[in-house]
């Protein structure tokens, strides 16, 4: 395994944040988070083929304050790891790599991340009381 | 699709393993998911009420249907490839293995228990 006599790297704790390396974490963490949403779609998708008292009982946790909360940061994890994705895909097509592009990048991520999540909440919100 | 050059091919060179093919199938299954992702999110925030007969009418729609079979089945191929570089990165050894059959068994159930569940609504 490691030869612990190599000099190690400084612990994450250590660094001073930048904006960078905040949204690669949460680029990870987004993606576990939305792993458990997929989860909850299916689980309302076989609700919904097998029993309408069971699509009202997984409503009813979903339409309460903490069920509300949740939706709303799956919403904003959503929107940031497919904005971050296409971030990296212009890094992988060979675009971008400037540190100050980078940087604009990253803000530009999570602009458009909060502009979508209140669209779709919006819309919600708008639908609902029509 | 080989994203090898045929000099390396010739030479030999690269990977041992399965190489470029985890990283292309993460982008393009990356790529499926950006529309079809942006549709659900505004579709599922219009459907009103979310009321059983609401969202059971919505499922019943052919291009619904469709949609949301693609989507559930490029979800669960992305989230398994996405888990294993995670998991790579942080677990080891045996529990490693472990893990990994773990992510590679449950996303291929959720992703048929979903695909099943749309279609019996569907069909």
Known sequence: MANLERPLSPHLGIYKWPLAMAISILHRITGVALTIGAVLMVAIFIAVASDPEYYEWIRGYLTNKIGKTFLILWTFALFLHLFNGIRHLFWDAGYGFEKSTTTKSGVWVIIVTFILTIAVWGAAYYCTNV | ?123
């Open chain 2, 1 to 123: 699709m080989s994203l090898r050059t045929p000099l390396s091919e010739a030479k030999g060179l690269g990977s041992a393993k399965e190489g470029a093919g985890h990283w292309w199938l993460q982008r393009l299954t990356a790529i499926a998911l950006i529309p079809l992702v942006i549709w659900l999110a505004f579709a599922v925030a219009m459907l009103g009420d979310a009321s059983y007969e609401t969202v059971l009418a919505w499922l019943e729609t052919p291009y619904v249907a469709v949609l949301l079979i693609l989507l559930v089945a490029a979800t669960f191929y992305h989230t398994q490839l996405g888990l294993q570089v995670i998991v790579e990165d942080y677990v080891h050894g045996w529990l490693k293995i472990v893990t990994l059959i773990l992510i590679n068994f449950l996303c291929i159930v959720f992703a048929v228990a979903g695909i099943v569940a749309l279609l019996k609504i569907f069909l």
